[in-house]
């Protein structure tokens, strides 16, 4: 087994500032992926990476960086956060990216980020 | 523009009811369809899923269904328990696009003694 550990659980933030969000794994798996979920809304990608050094735009990625510094881990920018804004951060993996429906999504607990 | 609509958004049922979840999806060419469990404070987890080409998957308690021609699928709960309370999503994807899941908005459901 492993486990995906994201930091912080919670976030503060004032409006305007630029926040950052990391998430690790241990599961030696290829591809990670950051949603956000919001109460009513379920979960939108935000951005994923196939394999190490490759980064793909989700469907929610303006307002976002993303940057996955080695295979094991993966991290999420907000680059302005908005009055506010209040959502959950979820960090994810899997085996790879094209083995269909063998591949398993693996959540980390998420990110609450509040901004005041 | 909503791919993935769930149904109802909360439900509450008594312990040993049955619970039945719903899902409609748009795009005919999804082919995988997860449902993920998620409890307070923690991630979603993978609970059941379904390939198109079947119309029924069974996992102890837990059933889905998948309806092609209507586009519909839906899990079913026997006999709920207060620890299956949790939300529930359903989700879809079309596998040979890689694992890019549309998830449903999700059903909060509540089990009372």
């Known amino acids: 087994g492993g486990i995906i550990t994201q930091t912080p659980k919670f976030l503060i933030g004032q409006e305007g500032q630029k926040l950052t969000l990391k998430c690790q794994q241990n599961?030696?798996?290829?591809?990670m992926y950051w949603y956000r979920q919001d109460s009513g809304k379920g979960l939108r990608l935000i951005y994923y990476?196939?394999?190490?050094?490759?980064?793909q735009k989700g469907d929610l990625s303006e307002g976002y960086d993303a940057s996955r510094e080695k295979k094991s881990s993966f991290s999420l920018t907000v680059t302005s956060a908005q009055k506010n804004e209040m959502a959950v951060f979820l960090c994810?993996?899997?085996?790879?990216?094209?083995?269909?429906?063998?591949?398993?999504?693996?959540f980390g607990a998420g990110t609450r980020l509040s901004v005041l | 523009q909503q791919q993935v609509r769930q149904s109802p958004q909360s439900l509450t049922v008594w312990e040993g009811g049955t619970t039945v979840l719903t899902c409609s999806y748009e795009d005919s060419t999804f082919n995988y369809f997860p449902w993920y469990q998620q409890f307070p404070g923690e991630g979603p987890a993978l609970l059941i899923s379904?390939?198109?080409?079947?119309d029924k998957k069974e996992d102890g308690r837990f059933t889905t269904f998948f309806n092609k021609r209507e586009k519909k699928l839906s899990l079913h709960i026997i006999d709920s328990q207060p620890g299956d309370s949790a939300t529930y999503f359903c989700a879809a994807s079309q596998t040979s696009s890689g694992q890019k899941l549309v998830f449903g908005q999700g059903t909060i459901l509540k089990v009372y003694l």
């Open positions: 379904i390939l198109s080409v079947s």
């Open positions: 994810a993996s899997s085996i790879d990216f094209w083995g269909g429906s063998q591949n398993t999504l693996y």
């Open positions: 990476s196939i394999t190490e050094n490759d980064l």
């Open positions: 599961f030696n798996h290829d591809t």
